[in-house]
């Protein structure tokens, strides 16, 4: 529970929408040019924020350059209420133009659910193959419902044979 002090010195619980607003400052923060995302706990922080509370599917990037320093966090992709077209070409262009080194995809399921859908673990796999290609490594995919889920830490960025 967060508390703030209000004008007689007191303390009261934050409203939702103090404490939102703070969330997405912070996060901001985390996603400026130059800061250092060095797990999938620190993307999670930076990017859950920003993503969550859609009305509808947002598909983003962070994108990275070969330290892991942030070039740019950019919302690529707006869909409806369960689903957003993600164009790989579209993606790779924005790529090859900031010169990442590496990206970390993020989306949000507006439904709440954070588990990864089949058609999230088969884009995610189309993307990889083709970025490898212009040497660009994805670091993770993360899902944003309820919860954060990584596609790292569940194993999901394994290659395929």
Known sequence: ???VKD???SYRPAP???VLTEANRLSGYRLRRGAHISSS???KSAMGYRLRDKQCEVFACLFLDASH????FKEMFRGSINRATVHPREVVKEALQLNAAAVIFAHNHPSG???PSRQDIELTHTLMD???VIDVRVLDHL???EEIISFTDLGLLQKRK
């Open 130 to 132: 083709i970025l490898l």
């Open 16 to 18: 939702k929408k103090l």
């Open 113 to 115: 659910e954070s588990q």
């Open 143 to 145: 899902v944003i419902g």
């Open 69 to 72: 320093r942030v070039l740019a």
């Open 1 to 3: 529970m967060l508390f």
């Open 41 to 43: 706990e620190d993307a």
């Open 7 to 9: 004008r007689d010195g």
